[in-house]
């Protein structure tokens, strides 16, 4: 069973940056597409970005030009990386295995979730 754990959330200042990393475990980590998710206080999980082993695949419009993905398959890690934030961004990450089902990128509703990592944008 895929087991993720997110770090490198915390505390900065608009236009500041963060890079998060997650640790995948269970799976055949170079056979996957992954994903980073977010989820805003009172609003439901969204997915950001895509990335597989060939390179990112997708992003989302509110992050496109200032959050990239990457891997790292020797040591089965993704990685966020996070420019010019903004308090909007402010939300607990999420990294998934990600399917693309329907015309577009969804993680499975029955796969497990890390502990996700805060990411908190203010002054």
């Known amino acids: 069973q895929v087991h993720m754990v997110e770090s490198g959330g915390g505390l900065v200042q608009p236009g500041g940056s963060l890079k998060l990393s997650c640790l995948v475990s269970?799976?055949?980590?170079?056979?996957?597409?992954m994903a980073w998710f977010r989820q805003a206080p009172g609003k439901e999980r969204e997915l950001i970005a895509v990335?597989?082993?060939?390179?990112?695949?997708e992003d989302t419009d509110a992050v496109k030009g200032r959050f990239t993905i990457s891997r790292d398959e020797a040591k089965n890690m993704v990685y966020l990386q996070m420019n010019s934030l903004k308090p909007e961004d402010t939300a607990v990450y999420y990294c998934?295995?990600?399917?693309?089902?329907?015309?577009?990128?969804?993680?499975?509703?029955?796969?497990?979730w890390g502990q996700g990592t805060q990411v908190t944008v203010s002054s």
């Open positions: 269970g799976i055949r980590f170079s056979a996957n597409a």
């Open positions: 998934n295995v990600a399917y693309y089902s329907l015309d577009r990128w969804i993680a499975l509703p029955d796969d497990p």
């Open positions: 990335g597989t082993s060939g390179g990112t695949i």
